[in-house]
């Protein structure tokens, strides 16, 4: 066993993001697993804006629809194996998830479905969490799972500047999304940030056109979560809300595995 760092961020097109310090924060944090989500990149996009990174092995899967969702992850130690989506083609046109397997532990990177605006995708969004986690649950009964990325939902009050207002009216902090979380977790998963910081009010995603972060107006929707057996492990968790070049931030784990 060893201590690894990961980290995950929600880069908000990773072309952009290259432009905005991307390979100075990867270097700044010298983690053994860097993912990303939102790369709004085709495959061969990502392979040529990641060109010149050195030292990491790259996967990547991209939407059907260009310029839209993706999700790509960057380790160090290549992986036993690998594999993009969840094993359902109807889930799997929007490159949201990416898998990795290692000796000892399973490592997934998901960037979840946006509810949109008005709603519209809700009913699917809930179809899309069960399948989800019924997938990731699968997983860890093989081994132990890792998995972190945008969720898209703020758990709990604590988890958004403005709980009442949003509550059942803004894509996020439905009691559906909400749900489809909680079914996820009560299977023996837990919120590694929550944990080690049980008040903590920091967040991880800011609205750019409303000035959010700013404003300190922001949304807790980026995580890590592993089964509750590793929470012993873990070393650390942590959101790194001064890291700038995206409308989300990095959150980081440091785990014992």
């Not at 290259?18 to 700044?28: E, I, N, Q």
């Not at 109807?90 to 946006?114: A, I, K, M, S």
């Not at 069960?130 to 860890?140: E, K, M, P, S, T």
């Not at 920091?202 to 409303?210: A, C, G, I, L, V």
Request: proline fraction near 3%; include cysteine.
């Amino acid at each position: 066993m060893a201590v690894l760092k990961m980290v995950g961020w929600n880069v908000n097109g990773i072309r952009a993001s290259m432009k905005k310090g991307f390979p100075d924060v990867l270097k700044g944090f010298d983690a053994d697993i860097f993912c990303m989500q939102e790369t709004k990149a085709q495959d061969d996009q990502v392979d040529e804006a990641l060109k010149d990174i050195e030292g990491y092995h790259i996967y990547r899967t991209s939407a059907v629809k260009k310029g839209y969702s993706g999700t790509a992850v960057l380790t160090k130690k290549e992986p036993l194996n690998f594999e993009y989506g969840i094993g359902i083609e109807e889930h799997d046109q929007e490159g949201r998830v990416t898998t990795l397997e290692f000796e000892n532990f399973y490592f997934t990177d998901v960037y979840v479905p946006n509810s949109g605006s008005g709603l519209k995708r809700l009913d699917y969004r809930a179809e899309w969490d069960r399948a989800f986690a019924d997938y990731l649950i699968g997983l860890n009964k093989k081994k132990p799972l890792i998995v972190t990325g945008d969720f898209n939902v703020a758990h709990k009050e604590i988890d958004l500047a403005r709980p009442k207002e949003n509550y059942n009216k803004t894509s996020g902090f439905t009691q559906k999304e909400i749900d489809g979380l909680d079914y996820f977790l009560n299977a023996g998963f837990v919120d590694t940030y929550r944990v080690w910081n049980p008040e903590g009010r920091q967040y991880t995603f800011w609205n750019q056109r409303t000035r959010g972060r700013d404003r300190g107006i922001g949304w807790r929707i980026d995580y890590f979560f592993v089964p509750e057996h590793l929470m012993a492990n873990v070393k650390s968790a942590t959101i790194h809300d001064g890291v700038m070049g995206s409308d989300h931030c990095p959150v980081s784990l440091e785990i014992d595995i």
